[in-house]
């Protein structure tokens, strides 16, 4: 992966996690926020940890943010300040642009002064408990369209020592209706794997369909 260099504005919960793993990633990360505390807490964990305000064009300029390749805005309850600091990079004409919104009207303005990639974490969190509440084994889930996603589901007992044709995964139109993506075992990952694979304790399986289908995966 190629090295980019990414500012981060807004140190919250989501922010600082972003800027994390990017920095864990290998990636050169400036993380700002208005906040002393939160600025000092990511010392040795980012690039470089910048007290300033990302709605001021100097304080920007002054740390180089119109040469970075990417800006992820993670600002939370100030959506003015979330939507004036994404202006500012975009007329510093950052190649791509992350935000966090915090309800349906802030995206939609993101949306429309050109935001590249518009994140509803709490709605999207909410929707994966909804897919995950009654199913255990199913630990993730990405909507791709409506009524269809993306799960990731721990292989359960009753599925040990079995290969996916007598399990049902022999295509979608087989028992569960659910396309097997992929298997993972360990560090080893198996894209598209053949029917005949036996599943293992321990095995992650990256199933694709439609929610009602998903939803009706054993427990």
Do not use: W
């Not at 600091?85 to 915090?102: D, Q, S, W």
């Not at 990256?206 to 939803?215: C, I, K, P, T, V």
């Amino acid at each position: 992966m190629a090295k980019r260099q990414v500012v981060v504005i807004g140190l919250g919960r989501f922010g600082s996690g972003v800027a994390r793993s990017l920095y864990n990633l290998g990636h050169d990360v400036l993380a700002m926020d208005v906040n002393d505390d939160r600025v000092q807490s990511m010392m040795g964990q980012v690039t470089y940890p910048v007290s300033g305000n990302a709605t001021n064009e100097t304080v920007l300029k002054e740390l180089g943010v119109p040469d970075y390749d990417a800006a992820v805005v993670a600002v939370g309850s100030d959506i003015p300040g979330s939507v004036m600091a994404c202006v500012l990079l975009k007329t510093m004409e950052i190649p791509y642009i992350v935000a966090r919104a915090t309800n349906e009207l802030h995206g939609i303005t993101l949306e429309r002064i050109g935001v590249d990639k518009v994140i509803h974490p709490e709605s999207e969190m909410g929707v994966r408990l909804a897919h995950n509440l009654f199913n255990p084994n199913l630990q993730e889930y990405l909507e791709m369209a409506p009524n269809f996603g993306l799960s990731r589901m721990k292989v359960p007992p009753q599925f040990v020592d079995k290969s996916l044709k007598e399990l049902g995964f022999s295509s979608p139109r087989d028992k569960y209706g659910l396309a097997v993506l992929a298997i993972r075992r360990g560090n080893d990952v198996t894209l598209n794997p053949d029917i005949d694979d036996r599943l293992r304790s321990g095995d992650m399986l990256m199933l694709a369909g439609r929610d009602e289908l998903l939803e009706r995966l054993p427990s």
